[in-house]
Structure formats: C-alpha cells, structure tokens
T-cell receptor
Framework: ETGVTQSPTHLIKTRGQQVTLRCSSQSGHNTVSWYQQALGQGPQFIFQYYREEENGRGNFPPRFSGLQFPNYSSELNVNALELDDSALYLC???????????FGSGTRLTVV | DQQVKQNSPSLSVQEGRISILNCDYTNSMFDYFLWYKKYPAEGPTFLISISSIKDKNEDGRFTVFLNKSAKHLSLHIVPSQPGDSAVYFCAASVSSGTYKYIFGTGTRLKVLA
C-alpha cells in the first residue's frame, strides 16, 4: 500500500509567479485535502476535493485553487505568489466520510 | 482567532516517565478530536482520536482525555520513549460532509534517555 506522495519536495519561486504542487493519494482514498503550515504554526485547511469537485474551503483567497483528477490525484495552484505564501504545503488523503487523514511529507515553498 | 490552542510550545520528559500534552479549544461545536505526531521532514502521522461522546480513549501507551465542560483535552504517553520525541498537534472538527480540521500550533516533546 503506497502512502501519499507529494512533488516537488522543495521549491523556490519569485513573488508574483505562479506555482503548481502535486499530490498522489493513498491507494483506495478518494478525498484529498490541502493544508498550509507556516513556520511555527499548525496546518491550516485550504480546501478539500471529492469526486473532482471542491468539497469545502478554508479562509484562503481565490488565487489558491485546486484540481482533483479521476485517479484521485490532485494539484494545488497558487497564482500571484506573495512572500507570506512561503510555507510547507501538506496534502492529505482519506476515504470519503473517514475521520482521519494520511498526510504526505509536504512541499516546502519559498517565495523570494 | 485561535480556536485550538496548545499553550506549551515545548516539553522535556525523562525516558520511562509520563508525558502530558495539553490542548484547549473554544468552539463548543467541535465534536471530534485527533492527535497527530510529526517528525522533521515528514508529514503528520495520526496517533489517536476521540469523539465528544467519550471522555477517554486508550491505545497502547497513548491515552487521550476529553473534558468537554472545560473545553480541554490531553494526551498522556506512558511510558515515554526517546522515539516519541516529535512535535504533537491536536486538531478538532465539527461533524459535516467536509472533515476540516483546525490544528493547534503544536508542542515539541523531547524524551531524554
């Protein structure tokens, strides 16, 4: 059973650029959630996808968007990057209705 | 507004002793709580959970206690082992179609050999 894999592991972008982060769900999991963890903080919920549709969103601006594909993999896109977007981005998968997530190791994004 | 608070950023405990990690919450609608453990360069891993209909849940060396009237939960690790050294996050959610978790800021536990 493979876990949740995220790519890339590290990324440096310039303010104003756009970035796409990728996530492969754990086998059998059809729900994907994305979290942002800033330094010294706990993860903050960005949004969740189920059956390729957004199924809940946290307090993040529209420049944070996502996709889920038929194989349940997912992308997080961030447009017009700001310095405060520098963080660890965590993807988590679960079965629909399950209470617990399986997290990936995250993508460390640095915006300069 | 921090709905889930972990007021102790760090905790050191001797190997073999009890580790107690605390978490407070403000939203009385929260009805499900989890603890995650995070090692450096890894994602959080699920440790133990508790529903608001219970006040205690035990899994091996790990026990979570929930005090709804005080809006407080705690994680007890007995006995503590050096491999338990990690950052521990508590998280809470409201039952809905989206299980969106609100995380605390974490407590770094160091178990001294």
């Amino acid at each position: 059973e493979t876990g949740v894999t995220q790519s890339p592991t590290h990324l440096i972008k310039t303010r104003g650029q756009q970035v796409t982060l990728r996530c492969s769900s754990q086998s059998g999991h059809n729900t994907v959630s994305w979290y942002q963890q800033a330094l010294g903080q706990g993860p903050q919920f960005i949004f969740q996808y189920y059956r390729e549709e957004e199924n809940g969103r946290g307090n993040f601006p529209p420049r944070f968007s996502g996709l889920q594909f038929p194989n349940y993999s997912s992308e997080l896109n961030v447009n017009a990057l700001e310095l405060d977007d520098s963080a660890l981005y965590l993807c988590a998968s679960s079965e629909q209705g399950a209470r617990g997530y399986t997290f990936g190791s995250g993508t460390r994004l640095t915006v300069v | 507004d921090q709905q889930v608070k972990q007021n102790s950023p760090s905790l050191s405990v001797q190997e073999g002793r009890i580790s107690i990690l605390n978490c407070d919450y403000t939203n009385s609608m929260f009805d499900y709580f989890l603890w995650y453990k995070k090692y450096p360069a890894e994602g959080p891993t699920f440790l133990i959970s508790i529903s608001s209909i219970k006040d205690k849940n035990e899994d091996g060396r790990f026990t979570v206690f929930l005090n709804k009237s005080a809006k407080h939960l705690s994680l007890h690790i007995v006995p503590s082992q050096p491999g338990d050294s990690a950052v521990y996050f508590c998280a809470a959610s409201v039952s809905s179609g989206t299980y969106k978790y609100i995380f605390g800021t974490g407590t770094r536990l160091k178990v001294l050999a």
